[in-house]
């Protein structure tokens, strides 16, 4: 019997509930011995000519060895965003002496003996900031009355796609057009970001960090520094949660690693939550415009969005996201014709980036927010027009108007599914009986029907590395270019090594993260790590096995073709022949056993999934509250239910707090509103109900496994059913539409600029 498809428990979690996991700033290791500690002085402005650095009194505070300001780096050139369609003239100072371009912008390093001595020094450090025009909207920015960037002319970095024609709409009965936000949110990762970095004599230097992929940390630090790759060893320790926002590396890494080479000691430097929630890049952030079209009878004939993304002060990942909004632009929909279009502009902000889905929940956002919108003007049920548009089932691929080419897919299935589970016409029928009533506590339904793509393109192309070897005492080592952020690679990687081989779990060994022991890997980020990291695995499993039948076959005088895997006694035997087996072990004994291979796609896929959210919303003081969240995310071939839960519930809650409470906010003057946890609100269990699973699996012809990318499906399907929800629970009262975060001040004031509040409502019924 094969232990995949069962509940195995993670085996990673023992030494993470019991003696912790060992992050970034726990690290004990002799090449940190004696390590300076860097904290980073950061603009309090947001836009503004840096006039002078003052550091001597916080040279003469306890403990300060050294204050590093651009002087410091004259040899270091600016770092360059590396987009070949943003203007060259847009770079990036590590420390600022010329223009700050946002409030947080580094401006000198204080390194001091102890940590604690660094937060006290870096507050004497006096920067003197002659203020700018903040550009903190799009809005403002798209003007260019103030560029950040004169040298480029614009703050517009980039557009991507063509005007909609202007006959794009015509011979459509109804045309509906809706302005939406997809507001900025932050990762927010229990761990902050941190690194460490040690020169060797030998003129190599290992960076220690919090990331997403090793292997790209050094590459990307290699030519920021101008240095040979190969003297930079990247090592990435347990590392506390991502979120996309830790992939690729942080221009700090490169920044700690140069600064420990100027002053010839080891240097570590781990953010606090406030500088985390400045310094990282941001998710989200894009202004859309959605503009639908078709019959009266639901039929959708045409769609168009039209976005305009917040890069924020510096190019980051955030402004190539765009392109995957307009790649899955028109979803899980069989519209005829599809129109999108993409800028991106600079803002006085902190820049975005990647954040669970990126880019993929914006699209599905728009374009569920779409159909909800054509439903209510022309009086239809919302499922009935997502019946009516949705493309029928599908085995072979599917290419959409925008070019993505779907692997396999059954929308209409996952539709009905969470629909008859969650009882969806009784639904409706308490729905209505609430409003004759006119409860103060009315019902809203929302759904979203989502196709995502997985395993896309990372840049390194779909493929994967793995290394299996098998050891003279019967344990297995795995190495692979994936690197776990939370999802349970161990437990995942070991299961696939266990089936085919039949070691044990407990006798396998999985390493990520160290570039001198995996050159070669694409990280995790994408939910590719299943789909393109586990089959690398089990290919090595596959291809060991071949190699041991060779071996075993030569010891046992035997075909190689008439050995069979014997997993009980972890090794092979001839058919037939009991007692003639020949273990891994024996083999490794005699001559190494190990496999180094690639797997390699070719192409990503095409996850899928029905969300419907039930909430509350108190129509007297808007506050919403979700009561049920059912679900289906059709992820392929589950490898482990419990991995796959958890991934799922994870997803949900942070779907169900971006559409409720999560933003960032700026200030007019680009100061940040949200800059500690006390201010930026994210959900806890007490706003979440128990999520009600509906399984479903579609597999995919993509890789061997049939399996598709489960870890960003749950925020991509439940962001939009809860905000539709909410809207839905109010738009008996005229309410037509609600930005996220869907919060109680925001709710309330649609309600009452509708023009027809609750109360009166209530009193009509």
Known sequence: MSILGTRVVRKEDPKFLTQGATYTDDLVDERLTGAL???????????????????SDALAAPGVVAVITAADLKDLSPMPHGFPFIHESIVHQWLVDDVVQFVGDPVAVVLTEERYQGEDAAEMVAVDIEPLPAVVTVEDAIKDETVLFPDAGSNIAATFGADRPEDFFEGCEVVVTQPI?????????????????????????????????????KGQIAGWLGIEPETIRVVTPDVGGGFGAKIGADPEFALIAWIAKIVGRPVRWAENRSENLVGMVHGRGQHQVVRIGGSKDGKVEAYS????????AYPRIGVVLPNLTMLMAPGVYAFPK??????????NTTSTGAYRGAGRPEATAAVERAIDLFAAEIGMDPADVRRKNLLPKFTEPHTTPMGATYDSGDYQAALDKVLDAAGYADLRKEQQARRDRGDVKQLGLGMSVYVEITGADNGAGALEHAKLEIHKDGSATVLTGTSPHGQGHDTAYSMLVNDQL???????????????????GGGTMGSRSLQQGGAAVHKAAIELIEEARKRAADILEANPEDLVIDKANMGLSVKGTPGSTVSFASLAEKEELMIDTIFDAGVPTFPFGAHLAVVEVDVESGKAHVQRL??????GTILNPLLAEGQRHGGYAQGVAQALLEEILYDPDGNPLTSTLADYPFVSATELPSFELVEMETVTPVNPLGAKGIGEAGTIGSTPAVQNAVVDAVSYLGVRHIDMPTSAMRVWKAINQAGNNAGTDRKDS
């Open 37 to 55: 500690h860097a904290t980073i002085v950061r603009s309090q402005v947001a836009h503004g000519k840096v006039l002078s650095v003052d550091t």
């Open 181 to 217: 936000v997809n507001q900025r949110v932050a990762a927010a990762p229990l761990e902050t970001r941190a690194a460490a970095a040690a020169w060797g004599d030998d003129g190599r230097v290992t960076i220690f960090c919090s990331n997403q992929g090793a292997q790209q940390v």
């Open 305 to 312: 969005i039209e976005v305009i993304q917040e890069g924020g």
């Open 338 to 347: 599809v129109h999108a279009k993409a800028q991106v502009v600079l803002t």
């Open 502 to 520: 039949g070691i044990p779990m407990d006798k396998i060994t999985v390493i990520h993260g160290d570039t001198d022991l995996i050159p070669a």
């Open 630 to 635: 059912i679900a289906v995310d059709d992820a």
